[in-house]
């Protein structure tokens, strides 16, 4: 592990292309800026064109703003052709805590659908592009999280806003560690990587403008202004993925019992995110959902 971590370690990016999704707010907007501050071209793949030219503005450096809504298929498939040329690195960051069971208009449960299959499908499309690496941004809340493979977009399953957070981001481990296995056995030279921020006190907590949610969300931000860290201890992990030398496959998280604040470093995963065979199975089901699948 490398002590007292600091985005200097990036050192100079110039010449780098770096796709970031879900940059303007939060984790994704802090690990934008310190890319653009290490010179890297990045590509900021948002929903919001208008606050995305607002926040590359703020972010200043060498920037491009690209429309991409990982909830709509039909946009995922549309962005690699608003995109010109390679990328070094993909950063799957985007990622939402909905505040009540909706569905994507392709009919996937909306935070399963934006949290994984959306990049899922980004990935599948992206990868004859991508020269270096792919990092998706996982979380530890997998570790309280279970899949039901009958019932995938929890159309009969009891809904609820976190556990249904927590389940997406075991699809993303369980999607990293197919990947990382396929790269390696193909002996591509792109890496991949799972990163956990660590509790971040960003506008992904912020699930609900009624006031019962409101008020939970005071305390929320109260209680993380002590214990979490601010967005840019959250975007470290995924940056350390690029500056140590850590295997293909790792995954980077917080160094604290609790990973909830603290400096970037390897991390352990829920053994329910070992299995390469609910791996395998996730992988096919996501193929058959998006329609796309990795040219290896």
């Known amino acids: 592990m490398v002590t007292n971590w600091s985005p200097s370690r990036l050192g100079n990016l110039s010449g780098q292309r770096i796709i970031v999704t879900g940059a303007t707010n939060g984790v994704g907007l802090a690990t934008a800026t310190a890319l653009a501050r290490a010179g890297a071209h990045v590509v900021l793949a ?75 499908a980004l990935t599948n499309l992206l990868f004859p592009r991508v020269r270096s690496q792919i990092i998706n941004v996982g979380s530890d809340a997998h570790k309280t999280a279970t899949i039901n493979f009958d019932d ?69 931000k109260a209680a993380a202004n002590v214990l979490a860290n601010n967005t840019d201890a959250g975007a470290a992990p995924t940056l350390y993925c690029m500056t140590e030398p850590i295997p293909p496959g790792s995954y980077v998280g917080i160094d604290s019992r609790l990973g909830l604040k603290g400096a970037p470093t390897l991390s352990g995963r ?13 992988w096919e089901f996501a193929e058959k959902e998006t329609g796309t699948s990795l040219p290896l």
């Open 152 to 220: 995938p977009h929890l159309r009969r399953a009891k809904w609820s806003a976190f556990p249904a957070y927590a389940r997406s981001k075991l699809a993303v481990m369980l999607w990293g560690l197919e990947l990382d296995r396929r790269l390696r056995e193909a002996g591509s030279p792109v890496c991949s990587y799972l990163t956990h921020p660590g509790w971040v006190a960003s506008n992904l907590s912020n699930v609900s403008e009624k006031p019962v949610m409101a008020a939970f969300h005071r305390v929320v």
């Open 46 to 120: 948002v929903r919001n064109l208008e606050l995305g030219a607002q926040r590359a503005a703020e972010i200043g450096g060498d920037t491009s703003i690209v429309k991409l809504d990982l909830a709509d298929q039909a946009s995922v498939r549309a962005f690699p052709d608003l995109l010109d040329g390679d990328v070094d690195i993909l950063i799957n960051n985007a990622g939402l805590v909905a505040q009540k069971r909706t569905e994507t208009v392709d009919g996937f449960e909306n935070t399963l659908g934006t949290n994984f299959l959306g990049p899922f």
């Open 270 to 282: 829920a053994a329910v995110a070992c299995d390469y065979t609910d791996a395998r199975r996730l």
